[in-house]
Nanobody
Framework: VQLQASGGGLVQPGGSLRLSCAAS????????MGWYRQAPGKQRELAAT???????SYADSVKGRFTISRDNAKNTVYLQMNSLKPEDTAVYYC?????????WGRGTQVTVSS
């Protein structure tokens, strides 16, 4: 299974971005899909996850600002990011679980700066 993330970029504080991550390859039934992020000098941390049925979970730091969603027919997960802050600057990685395996995308850079 391969994951391709897109949608990152440079945005001013208070702005919005929408990330997409499309899965391809030997897909049977993706279970949880999620977005993680890693800021410079920090460990990778969870931003949001979503189950196949649509149950969501968010890190406290993004609650109320980020929304995760997915399209099971397209094997794609999205992250709508609003009210972005400089501390949201990081490389964002998507991942997906299938059976006992976890797959990772290569990451997309999000920079929040004026």
């Amino acid at each position: 299974v391969q994951l391709q993330a897109s949608g990152g970029g440079l945005v001013q504080p208070g702005g919005s971005l929408r990330l997409s991550c499309a899965a391809s390859g030997n897909i049977f039934s993706l279970n949880y899909m999620g977005w993680y992020r890693q800021a410079p000098g920090k460990q990778r941390e969870l931003a949001a996850t979503i189950s196949r049925s649509g149950s969501t979970s968010y890190a406290d730091s993004v609650k109320g600002r980020f929304t995760i969603s997915r399209d099971n027919a397209k094997n794609t997960v999205y992250l709508q990011m609003n009210s972005l802050k400089p501390e949201d600057t990081a490389v964002y990685y998507c991942n997906a679980d299938q059976f006992l395996d976890t797959y990772w995308g290569r990451g997309t850079q999000v920079t929040v700066s004026s």
